[in-house]
């Protein structure tokens, strides 16, 4: 079960962090990442980091420069740090968790645990 939090409204430039936390069992096989989904478009992968080693990978370098990926300590919740926002990123963001497996995958279709999604708009 996850469950986000954090969207909102802001205006072009400005940050924001979203946070999902994990009800269940995570170890170090959890990967958790985010995805996101714009009216018309694909979900699309923005970022995910492996549990155990805390290595994280980005959907490129314009979302690595402004986004941050990162976990708590106690391991059951996942944010994502977004910076310098623009037009472009307004979307519904959305985490989902995997477990097992190696490597951090970018494809949703490796995912089957979802949350329920949550509203980021940004103004011009």
């Known amino acids: 079960h996850l469950v986000e939090s954090g969207g909102g409204l802001v205006q072009s430039g400005g940050d924001l962090r979203l946070s999902c936390v994990i009800s269940?069992?995570?170890?170090?096989?959890?990967?958790m990442a985010w995805f996101r989904q714009s009216p018309g478009k694909e979900r699309a992968f923005v970022a995910a980091i492996k549990w155990g080693t805390g290595t994280a990978v980005y959907a490129d370098s314009s979302i690595s420069g402004r986004f941050s990926i990162s976990k708590n300590i106690a391991g059951d919740t996942v944010y994502l740090q977004m910076n310098v926002l623009r037009p472009e990123d307004t979307a519904v963001y959305y985490c989902?968790?995997?477990?097992?497996?190696?490597?951090?995958?970018?494809?949703?279709?490796?995912?089957?645990?979802w949350g329920q999604g949550t509203q980021v708009t940004v103004s011009s």
């Open positions: 269940g069992r995570t170890d170090d096989t959890t990967t």
């Open positions: 989902a968790a995997r477990f097992g497996g190696y490597g951090l995958s970018r494809s949703k279709d490796t995912y089957p645990y």
